[in-house]
């Protein structure tokens, strides 16, 4: 079965400064897809940065990238220049590549708190 | 823009109470999905259904049901709700297909039996 772990339950950064947040999975196929989820406060989950596992090169979305490392089944979101606005609980999630129904699983989840 | 709406943000039961949550998407979703969110064990899969009438059982199916009459329209249903049901409930949609599917999630429903 396919596993998703995020080891670090919370994080703080200072405002305009970079943090990484982790991800490690388990799956034993070798076409998937990966995702990062956030939170905010009261607020709707909202994506921030996808990753398909066939390419090589790492996602990004204006301030946020990924680091993805396929054969350490890693998949780290980094964040740069941190805003107040990015403080939320952030997901880390996997889900199988093809054309089913397949479920995606997440990872528990890290609070990220940003400091003014 | 997608849009997936819940009924209720805050639900207050009693123990012993069938409960209704709702769903609606209105982006022609094929797929569905209902999770319980709790501090410390992320989001869990209760049930998801990938067609109407159709569904299937996630990882923690046990005291809850589903109906998908309409294909915008996916009902979480506690049966008999029990303190242990007190938690967050997300529902999510996707497309189905072969692209990079995410899930569009609505806003949640934070529910508490007493």
Known sequence: AQTVTQSQPEMSVQEAETVTL????DTSESDYYLFWYKQPPSRQMILVIRQEAYKQQNATENRFSVNFQKAAKSFSL???DSQLGDAAMYFCAY???GSGTYKYIFGTGTRLKVLA | D?????SSRYLVKRTGEKV???CVQ??????MFWYRQDP???LRLIYFSYDVKMKEKGDIPEGYSVSREKKERFSLILESASTNQTSMYLCASSPSGRTVNEQFFGPGTRLTVL
């Open chain 1, 78 to 80: 980094k964040i740069s």
């Open chain 2, 2 to 6: 997608v849009k997936v709406t819940q």
């Open chain 1, 95 to 97: 889900r199988r590549r």
């Open chain 2, 26 to 31: 209105d982006m022609d979703h094929e797929n």
């Open chain 1, 22 to 25: 982790s991800c490690t999975y």
């Open chain 2, 20 to 22: 209704f949550l709702e």
């Open chain 2, 40 to 42: 410390g064990l992320g």
